[in-house]
């Protein structure tokens, strides 16, 4: 089946650094990739969603600038949480989807939990 | 009220149990999905349903579009099938919506 690789799956570090992580598509072209947070035994919760080659599209009350999207290949998409502090301390997924559109299936990478001390 | 709701929160069982997980929704859907969350935390993916019913293995999905209403059964439980099962459903729009999840532990 297809497959999203995630990484790193796991990062501890100091508050106000900036952390990046990333999602590739192994085996097929991801037109479309969302990124989710999830708190503790809560369930995902919608970031973003990132088209190639255009600006993602925020959820309500998620901040653009401290959460910066990439999506420059059909493979490729990074979140990079900028200054972080601890109160974004989470797990961080990917998926990726290879059409637009619904009915189709989107694939899920590992998760990235992120500490920020 | 969430937009979908899973029942019941927590479950367990001993290997071996029939194990059912609802899930019902209270949008209108083209299709929903159920995954399956380990505890490191990357999700697989099980089912994607629009209607009917999906087997895969000892997993069976279900879903009454009328009702508004999905499960997923899982026989001959194994301990490997302890995880959290999540519903999510696609709305009219692209976006999906995920329920609380259904955390499962079957003992040996």
């Known amino acids: 089946g297809a497959v999203v690789s995630q990484h790193p799956s796991r990062v501890i570090c100091k508050s106000g650094t900036s952390v990046k992580i990333e999602c590739r598509s192994l085996?097929?072209?991801?037109?479309?990739m969302f990124w989710y947070r999830q708190f503790p035994k809560q369930s995902l919760m919608l970031m973003a969603t990132s088209n190639e080659g255009s600006k993602a599209t925020y959820e309500q009350g998620v901040e653009k600038d401290k959460f910066l999207i990439n999506h420059a290949s059909l493979t490729l998409s990074t979140l990079t949480v900028t200054s972080a502090h601890p109160e974004d301390s989470s797990f961080y997924i990917c998926?990726?989807?290879?059409?637009?559109?619904?009915?189709?299936?989107?694939?899920f990478g590992d998760g990235t939990r992120l500490s920020i001390l | 009220k969430n937009e979908v709701e899973q029942s019941p929160q927590n479950l367990t069982a001993q290997e071996g149990e029939f194990i059912t997980i609802n899930c019902s929704y209270s949008v209108g859907i083209s299709a929903l999905h159920w995954l399956q969350q380990h505890p490191g935390g990357g999700i697989v993916s099980l089912f994607m349903l629009s209607s009917g019913k999906k087997k895969h293995g000892r997993l069976i999905a279900t879903i009454n579009i009328q009702e508004k209403h999905s499960s997923l059964h899982i026989t001959a439980s194994h301990p490997r099938d302890s995880a959290v099962y999540i519903c999510?459903?696609?709305?009219?729009?692209?976006?999906?919506?995920f329920g609380t999840g259904t955390r499962l532990q079957v003992f040996p």
């Open positions: 999510a459903v696609h709305p009219e729009r692209d976006k999906l919506i």
């Open positions: 998926s990726a989807a290879g059409v637009v559109g619904n009915n189709q299936p989107q694939h």
């Open positions: 085996d097929f072209q991801a037109t479309t």
